[in-house]
């Protein structure tokens, strides 16, 4: 049997990972995606809640023993979901990039809807900058110019995906019913 995925996707400060803590949260069927990744841990970052962090040769071992079920670089890290990751009887649930969901769409061994989350430029902006005390400007025009690459309509044309907007903190109680919603007609779960 196909186990079950929901990845939510879309840019940066769009909503994606609160509405997936919401969701977390709220649902005791859904189980949250713990990535391995080589890059080092962050001060705030918990080992096995943020990431499993490991080391260059233990990723490519995992890769080459087919126990990802995806794997990507970025910023000379690398970043995947390992096959040990994934429980049988729930529904595993992440928020990734556009080529994580793509690739975990075409794993056979998975049952995977995509759920993306959009917000206009300005309400991504405003919460991109009041994120932290002292944002990185340039970091964040990094992000907005490559999730305007990444996201492009041509882009997403290539990928099965339902659409909900957040677009104000109102928005955000509705678009969590809105996946939750869209998560229990497709698997006919209750979560």
Not at 1 to 22: E, F, H, W
Not at 115 to 121: G, H, N, V
Not at 172 to 190: M, P, R, T
């Amino acid at each position: 049997m196909k186990k079950k995925l929901v990845c939510i996707i879309g840019p940066s400060a769009c909503g994606k990972d609160t509405i997936y803590q919401k969701i977390l949260k709220k649902s005791s069927i859904c189980s949250p995606i713990v990535r391995y990744t080589t890059r080092p841990k962050r001060d705030y970052e918990i080992e096995g809640k943020d990431y499993y962090f490991i080391n260059n040769e233990e990723f490519t071992e995992k890769v080459l023993n087919c126990e990802m079920a995806e794997a990507a670089e970025f910023n000379n890290w690398f970043y995947g979901t390992g096959k040990d990751v994934l429980k049988d009887d729930l529904i595993n649930i992440m928020t990734c990039d556009f080529n994580a969901a793509e690739a975990l769409c075409s794993d056979p061994e998975l049952f995977t809807i995509v759920i993306y989350i959009e917000a206009t430029p300005k309400e991504r902006l405003l919460r991109a900058l009041n994120r932290e005390k002292d944002p990185d400007v340039d970091e964040i025009v990094r992000r907005f110019i490559d999730d305007e690459r990444k996201y492009s309509k041509d882009n997403m044309l290539a990928l099965p995906y339902y659409s909900i907007k957040n677009n104000s903190k109102t928005q955000l109680k509705s678009a969590v019913g809105e996946v939750c919603s869209y998560i229990n007609n497709f698997y006919n779960k209750e979560i």
